[in-house]
């Protein structure tokens, strides 16, 4: 697995929505870099991130994962190549353990505190009086949204995809914590291919070091979104 993704004239419009959120969008993500999606509020973003994950299918166009047709791939490989932080991650209702392991069974406890210290969650489900057996959810603790974001990045890495999609995945964070987490997703980034969703680049660039190239989304009512997603090729070394 290498993680080049390739979108070749993709559309897509929501069910019961003449207007299309994906207007013949094509793009080329060389496997091992990062790209920065940027665009305002409603231009496709988060759809684009959820044809990626194939929780909807295209409806004219390609999507390829190192050359092979999403819909061509089974569910399970699909989702060992790709790794999703989205705002809102879904947390089952089972422990902390539980809900960082199921994803990977074979890791070990050492495993799951190494991932957790990476995403900068580790010390607070190891200040929680049941620590790592915490229940989480209802009827359990609730972790504000910045935590739950930082233990589903954990998640992600216990995972290891060679494809990370991270849509506003730092901002239910404070300034520090976002910081500090920035990091930890850099060194995360590395040798993986990283999509990264954002409104603004400049949230980013005040934090990310490394090479990203940015990508330019306009709205879909707007007429230059015929080409919307065409790569601006603004390269910034570190
Ligand atoms: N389930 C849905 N049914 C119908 N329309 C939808 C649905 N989800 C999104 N849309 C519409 O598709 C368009 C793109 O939405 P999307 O969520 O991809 O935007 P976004 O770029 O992620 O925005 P934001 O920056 O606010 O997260 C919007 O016009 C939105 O109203
Ligand atoms: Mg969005």
Same mark, same amino acid.
């Given at each position: 697995?290498?993680?080049?993704?390739?979108?070749?004239?993709?559309?897509?419009?929501?069910?019961?929505?003449?207007?299309?959120?994906?207007?013949?969008? @094509?793009?080329?993500?060389?496997?091992?870099?990062?790209?920065?999606?940027?665009?305002?509020?409603?231009?496709?973003?988060?759809?684009?991130?959820?044809?990626?994950?194939?929780?909807?299918?295209?409806?004219?166009?390609?999507?390829?994962?190192?050359?092979?047709?999403?819909?061509?791939?089974?569910?399970?490989?699909?989702?060992?190549?790709?790794?999703?932080?989205?705002?809102?991650?879904?947390?089952?209702?089972?422990?902390?353990?539980?809900?960082?392991?199921?994803?990977?069974?074979?890791? @070990?406890?050492?495993?799951?505190?190494?991932?957790?210290?990476?995403?900068?969650?580790?010390?607070?489900?190891?200040?929680?009086?049941?620590?790592?057996?915490?229940?989480?959810?209802?009827?359990?603790?609730?972790?504000?949204?910045?935590?739950?974001?930082?233990?589903?990045?954990?998640?992600?890495?216990?995972?290891?995809?060679?494809?990370?999609?991270?849509?506003?995945? @730092?901002?239910?964070?404070?300034?520090?914590?976002?910081?500090?987490?920035?990091?930890?997703?850099?060194?995360?980034?590395?040798?993986? @291919?990283?999509?990264?969703?954002?409104?603004?680049?400049?949230?980013?660039?005040?934090?990310?070091?490394?090479?990203?190239?940015?990508?330019?989304?306009?709205?879909?009512?707007?007429?230059?979104?015929?080409?919307?997603?065409?790569?601006?090729?603004?390269?910034?070394?570190?």
């Amino acid at each position: 697995m290498r993680g080049a993704v390739q979108l070749d004239h993709v559309s897509f419009a929501h069910a019961g929505q003449s207007l299309r959120a994906i207007d013949d969008v @094509t793009l080329t993500i060389p496997a091992g870099s990062h790209v920065a999606i940027v665009g305002p509020t409603g231009s496709g973003k988060t759809t684009l991130g959820y044809l990626l994950a194939r929780l909807y299918d295209v409806d004219a166009g390609a999507i390829r994962f190192d050359g092979v047709d999403l819909r061509d791939l089974g569910f399970a490989t699909l989702s060992q190549m790709l790794g999703v932080v989205s705002q809102e991650p879904d947390l089952l209702n089972a422990s902390v353990a539980e809900n960082l392991r199921f994803v990977c069974p074979k890791a @070990t406890g050492a495993d799951m505190i190494a991932a957790a210290k990476v995403a900068q969650i580790h010390d607070h489900i190891a200040a929680l009086p049941e620590g790592y057996d915490t229940l989480v959810g209802e009827g359990g603790f609730r972790f504000s949204g910045g935590e739950k974001q930082r233990l589903a990045l954990a998640r992600t890495i216990l995972r290891d995809p060679p494809i990370l999609l991270l849509d506003e995945a @730092t901002s239910a964070l404070d300034t520090r914590t976002e910081r500090a987490m920035s990091q930890a997703l850099d060194a995360l980034a590395k040798g993986r @291919t990283t999509i990264t969703i954002a409104h603004r680049l400049s949230t980013m660039a005040a934090t990310r070091s490394g090479v990203m190239s940015s990508l330019s989304f306009t709205r879909a009512s707007d007429p230059l979104s015929r080409r919307a997603a065409r790569g601006r090729g603004r390269a910034r070394p570190g």
